[in-house]
């Protein structure tokens, strides 16, 4: 079992509406979790983090936890053609000096 | 302006020949990292540094060697590059630790023939 998992996709939404993204992990310590952006030849780049339990929003993003579930999600509101990317799942175990990433989830918002 | 910057951006080699990738960043960032990127197996940690002369190997390390003799400069050294080493490479950085945001250099794109 991979350490985080993800959904390679593609995940094709129609312009407006919510993308939904999940990502699950494998090590209950894990205590910080982020969601990085990556468009087609560039680097990823931080949109959203959380650290406890719960909804935390952002904009047009919300990210949810749940660590009874070992589960973290994305959610993308009112979805844009530029939101199309691919989103890395990471996660940070507790007092740890690493970030495992998960595949990415690759995003197509059409008009 | 605050970056991480990598040297070179591409890179064509041959199997054997030694090469070094740059990464240097203006943030006085404590912790850096050198990560890889293949298609379908995500970003996968090669070696870390918590500060200066404090480095550790992260998830494949075989192949490459790293060093922090200077906060902000945290260089790639491959000594005998093979061809499945080709790969995108990025540096990274952040303030303190892991679970800190961390900051990605434009990437490297390194092919070994």
């Known amino acids: 079992q991979k350490e985080v998992e993800q959904n390679s996709g593609p995940l094709s939404v129609p312009e407006g509406a919510i993308a939904s993204l999940n990502c699950t992990y494998s090590?209950?310590?894990?205590?910080?979790f982020f969601w990085y952006r990556q468009y087609s030849g560039k680097s990823p780049e931080l949109i959203m983090s959380?650290?406890?339990?719960g909804d935390k929003e952002d904009g047009r993003f919300t990210a949810q936890l749940n660590k009874a579930s070992q589960y973290v999600s994305l959610l993308i509101r009112d979805s844009q053609p530029s939101d199309s990317a691919t989103y890395l799942c990471?996660?940070?175990?507790?007092?740890?000096?690493?970030?495992?990433f998960g595949g990415g989830t690759r995003v197509l918002v059409k008009p | 302006e605050a970056q991480v910057t990598q040297n070179p951006r591409y890179l064509i080699t041959v199997t054997g020949k030694k090469l070094t990738v740059t990464c240097s960043q203006n943030?006085?960032?404590?912790?850096m990292s050198w990560y890889r990127q293949d298609p379908g197996l995500g970003l996968r940690q090669i070696y870390y540094?918590?500060?200066?002369?404090?480095?550790d190997k992260g998830d494949v390390p075989e192949g490459y060697k790293v060093s922090r003799k200077e906060k902000r400069n945290f260089p790639l050294i491959l000594e005998s590059p093979s061809p499945n080493q080709t790969s995108l490479y990025f540096c990274?950085?952040?303030?303190?630790?892991?679970?800190?945001?961390?900051?990605f250099g434009p990437g490297t794109r390194l092919t070994v023939t």
């Open positions: 943030m006085n960032h404590e912790y």
């Open positions: 959380i650290y406890s339990n």
């Open positions: 540094s918590m500060n200066v002369e404090v480095t």
């Open positions: 990471a996660v940070n175990k507790a007092a740890g000096n690493k970030l495992t």
């Open positions: 990274a950085s952040s303030l303190v630790l892991a679970s800190y945001e961390q900051y």
């Open positions: 090590d209950r310590v894990s205590q910080s």
